[in-house]
């Protein structure tokens, strides 16, 4: 059906073959469209980073370009702990959003006392459906995804890009 | 400056919610046409504010500015408010925060607040991709948090190991609203029925939910008259069911944010009812019916105890003791809620206030004997914000 789709069938035309950014399910995480890019920097050299406030020492996730709680612009990186526990954890094998193969597994992740980002929703990867268990202990784990083009006067830049999600610790 | 004036809301209508053979606009109309047939009163040249709360209809419709485009279709000529609001499924309860300020302060006099969706596309995918949008994009969608499920599914897990709660009190919510949803023929699913067996032994959606855990999503758009006391006088001799109080909280968007101690526990719609219920100069113990965001079972149970209608922990067996029941402590979602009338998102939270309007007036389907006092409330995006509104058949003094 895929195939038929991109051969004959063309609502419209104009738009045929073309990158549709508004539709794109990855972050633009380009300097060009993020001030925040060095977090993807810093994914492509396997760190899990965010920013910390220079002012008041607030960390906050994800990182920014104001300190949400003293609105201060003073901010510097500081790396985030990369290993986590599963909560609890959800496994979805219909309805996951096109682009997510199922089993999509999802958990609920917290990263101790000690950690200034408590807890977050996570991604597990390289899991199989009915392996994951609460108290089980996930890594910190990096990917790259699909590139993007983006216009530079009368040319064309590809965008590289990574994200991250988190795998069983075995 | 003038003494402060009364909001109150006149009456309502919504279209058929369902999987729906119409564009957005044609449902608004539909949706528009039913609360005039409920406010024989109402003339569209009376109406000088419009309110459109609508999520989706930017993407799917390609409507990016909706309410001119209802101005036009409807034939309206707002003078003092014409706007599209989107606060997800809270948009049109939020409307009627913004109403009964524009009320209350003279600036409008007759507000149309209309809430709709257009969710089902030619090909059923976009629905759920969609759905990557309405949360923290960049950070929980790159995870794969799109559709609801999945989430809602983590936070029973967590009520059921923290408190006890089981599935079989969650499916005592989903019979209850099936019961109220008897009678209401615009719901999504109007005419079908529900028992414990059935809800117990439907197909697994995500673990814990069974498909009636869930509540559909729904094409479907809805409209209310909120109105000052005197414009509704004029247009309506029904009795007045006034805005009474309303608090609205939200804490983050993001799961690295969420407010509670666990999934379990939500501060955030605690904070939001407790500032509602202070403005309404009103309690829990004051209300007789509400209608709160019952998109999943445990969504409801959660409620009843965050809005402080039982003890925190208690809202599985206070759910299954009856108490939620037409003839129960606190009847809830009278109308079927969203589990059965259908949730088309920024439809929904007016689609509630009809109900509360007419449960006040003594005219619902379900009535609740001698109801005086009701309550809305929405939750929009994955339990990020939470929207409170208090009715009554008095005004605050």
Redesign the interface.
Known sequence: MAELQKAEITGTPALNGTYISE?D???FETQEFNRIYPFYDNLRAGKFTTTKCKKCGHVT??PQVICPKCWAEELEWVELPQRAKV??????QA??????EPP?I?A?LTFGEKSP???????IIHCKEGELKEGDEVKFVTFSVPAHPIEVKKDTKICDRV?Y?FEPVK | MAQKKNAVIVGGGTSKFGVRQAHILDMIQEAARACANDIPGLKPADIDGLIVATTMAGRHSSALNTAPLVVHRLGLKPTSLCIRLDTLCAGSNSAVIVAKGMIESGIAEVILITGAEKVYMPQRWETNYTQLAVNDHDWDSAMGLGVPPPFFAMIAKMHMKRYGTTKEQMAHVSVTNYAYGDGHVNGHFAGRTLTMEQALEARLIADPFGLYDCCPLSDGASAIIVASEERAKAMSDKPLVYLRGTGQHATHSMSAGWPGDTLAEWPHLKKAGEVAFKNAKLTPKDMDVIQTHDCFTISEIIELEELGFCNKGEGGAFAASGAIGINGVIPTNTDGGLLVYGHPFGASGARQAIEICKQLQGRAIHQVKNAAFGLTHNLSGTCAQHTVVVYGKEPVK
Request: charged residues 10%; hydrophobic residues 55%.
């Open positions: 539709m399910m990855w972050p996730y994800p909560v609890t954890l959800t496994e979805t309805g996951a959003p096109i682009g997510f999509l999802m609920w980002l408590k807890h977050l929703l996570g991604r994200f999600a």
